[in-house]
């Protein structure tokens, strides 16, 4: 097949997630089947998925235990003012709104699903409704309709791991008012007290989501006092009540060690499932909670990545740990849902999901560590062009204009920053190295994974050294066996960011970009995003009243002179996080100074392209303009 053909059959390779369980078995899975991400049922023992929404948008949801429902979250158009319904599993597909029972529902509002009690009457929710800022927690009788407010404190919250096991806590995150700064929220739906858990006014730590183990204890990933996460337990008082604040007397470390590390606990709360987070790579082990012995470890499929992080399902431990049912990611394939059974240590896959192209073999990526300009060591993922796996050096087919016989290659920038490039499948990655770049998949500092010491990196003053870590990659290049005269940067949000910043602070180095939903001004982006997310992202980029010389002086546009290489920008619409005018703006400036530049932009898109006919369209377009611009034959 052509370049084309085979850059869009890549594309259309469908993935699915396990987001939930009820007790009979079944599973609420996600799929892009459709080409968008529906809601479907995997039953016990089956191997096809029984569709339950159909819609044009993307679909997210969790059971309603008890029930034969499922609890619905939906946007409209990217926008992120997500609404939530009750569909009745019984009828499906479901394409019409009009078919779902309404729970909270305000369009111009955002409401997070922040859990659904064990006897399936409560709902939680997060929402902006009151002032379109702050996040109050809600909670809503589906019985009787009745409301409560239980946190109206202000400030940015999010969904975690929703009720206790007797129904009586309700767990949230609230950002700090620092980077990389995650406060962990219990509220006591008896008393109404909101407590702290491990507070930390004296630095900037994360507090995962709590895995609870009876009703009074519970563990979460913590790097507070450290720099990698550990698994560390809490107790509750004897009689479940909560002080304003759970602090660190009351807890136990249970495993650390030299990688981030997260757990999931089993609904008797005997076995604990530990992921370590290795470089991007995932290892995973059941421990028994009352020994702290190993049970056994899993035999992980091919290299990769279990899709628990960045809001992503979380692996699902049975009774007893006798089962664990997890979604797995790896450079070689889309995700798949997996079960591993603990007594025969076998590992089954339970869904096979269309569209990967006959005999096309997935790349396997090169781990590679290279010093910075100041000796900081970065990771980079190099995926060799399938013309040719060829070692450092040695001269592979890409086209004419190859005097050195060395092939281009792409740097593909992680978005963020708060992000990490890992072990798994990018449609756009494969399809690059198919098409016969070389791709380079960059943690520039900054990212997470390595420690909350490496992630501060890149923190207000010091953004600009990230980008001059895209100039160490760049000079070393050649070592192995790659042209640096034919680099390209390639990024989404953050990283279109990193690609906008490369092209205006280094221009020698690049010879085009491709930036997706990007900004091109840290002020011009602060002033216009969302008023609910201003606040979150100043405390990484710095404030509009403290900082904005400094946000001015590492922004893209203002350096718009020095720019001269082509660009392809690919922004939606309704991007309620990085606004169209970001785009608009900066390649406005480009084609008045003669930049070749080239922008789409899609109206039924967000912040990313969520449907696959706009991927479709526009990533093809994108890989063959760097095709052109690099000099690789069709």
């Not at 930390?200 to 989501?209: C, I, K, L, S």
């Amino acid at each position: 097949m052509d370049r084309h053909e085979l850059v869009t059959s890549l594309l259309e390779a469908r993935s699915a997630l396990a987001l939930d369980a009820d007790t009979d078995g079944n599973l609420l899975v996600a799929s892009n089947l459709s080409g968008t991400m529906q809601l479907f049922e995997l039953a016990p023992g089956g191997t096809s998925l029984r569709p339950i929404t159909d819609f044009a948008e993307p679909a997210s949801g969790a059971y309603r235990p008890g029930h034969r429902e499922v609890v619905v979250s939906m946007d409209a158009g990217g926008n992120e003012c997500h609404q939530l319904y009750l569909a009745d599993l019984d009828d499906p597909p479901l394409g019409e709104t009009t078919e779902l029972r309404p729970i909270a529902v305000d369009r111009a509002a955002m409401h997070q699903l922040a859990g659904v009690s064990h006897d399936g009457r409560l709902v939680a929710f997060l929402t902006n409704r009151r002032n379109r800022v702050d996040f109050d927690l809600i909670v809503r009788d589906l019985e009787t309709g009745s409301e409560r407010c239980y946190y109206d404190g202000g400030g940015y919250c999010a969904p975690s791991s929703g009720f206790s096991p007797d129904d009586r806590y309700l767990a949230f995150h609230r950002l700090g008012q620092r980077a990389l700064d995650l406060d962990l929220l219990l509220v006591d739906l008896k008393t109404g007290v909101v407590a702290v858990v491990e507070a930390h006014d004296d630095e900037a730590a994360e507090v995962g989501p709590p895995a609870w183990l009876s009703s009074t204890s519970f563990v979460v990933s913590s790097n507070v006092g450290r720099d990698l996460t550990a698994l560390v337990r809490h107790d509750l008082d004897t009689d479940g009540s909560l002080a304003p604040a759970v602090t660190k007397p009351s807890t136990t470390v249970l495993r650390e060690g030299p990688f981030d590390l997260a757990g999931f606990v089993s609904p008797d709360g005997s076995t604990l499932l530990v992921v370590a987070n290795d470089d991007g790579q995932s290892r995973a082990w059941l421990v028994d909670v009352s020994s702290g012995t190993d049970l056994a470890e899993l035999p992980l499929p091919l290299p990769g990545a279990m899709a628990h992080a960045h809001g992503l399902p979380e692996p699902r431990v049975a009774p007893g740990g006798r089962t664990v049912t997890f979604s797995w990611t790896s450079p070689q394939g889309p995700a798949e849902i997996w079960r591993f059974e603990r007594e025969t240590g076998s590992l089954a896959r339970l869904t096979h999901s269309p569209g990967w192209p006959s005999g096309v073999e997935g790349i396997v990526p090169e781990l590679h560590r290279l010093p910075s300009f100041d000796g900081e060591e970065i990771s980079v993922y190099l995926y060799r062009p399938a013309t040719s796996r060829s070692a450092p050096g040695a001269a592979a087919a890409t086209g004419p204009d190859s005097p050195s016989g060395r092939p281009p290659v792409v740097l593909v920038v992680h978005g963020g920053p708060e992000g990490q490039a890992v072990r798994g499948f990018d449609p756009t990655v494969q399809a690059l190295a198919q098409a016969g770049f070389a791709v380079a998949v960059p943690n520039v500092r900054g990212s997470t994974g390595y420690g909350k010491r490496f992630a501060g990196l890149d923190d207000v003053e010091r953004r600009l050294d990230s980008v001059a870590d895209l100039g160490a990659i760049h000079e070393w290049l050649p070592s192995v066996g790659l042209d640096p005269d034919r680099a390209a940067l390639w990024g989404g949000s953050y990283g279109g960011y990193m690609v906008l910043a490369g092209l205006a602070f280094q221009p020698e180095r690049w010879a085009a970009g491709v930036d997706i939903v990007g900004i091109s001004d840290l002020v011009t982006f602060l002033e216009n995003t969302s008023p609910y997310r201003r606040a979150a992202r100043e405390r990484e980029y710095g404030s509009l009243a403290a900082h904005r010389e400094v946000l001015a002086a590492a922004s893209p546009l203002r350096r718009v002179d020095a720019i001269r290489a082509p660009l392809f920008v690919i922004h939606g619409a309704n991007d309620p996080r990085v606004p169209l005018s970001e785009a608009e703006q900066l390649v406005a400036s480009l084609r008045t100074r003669g930049v070749p530049c080239e922008l789409l932009v899609y109206a039924d898109e967000g912040h990313g392209l969520a449907k696959l006919a706009n991927r479709l369209d526009a990533y093809p377009r994108a890989i063959e303009f760097l095709a052109e611009r690099l000099g690789i034959d069709g």
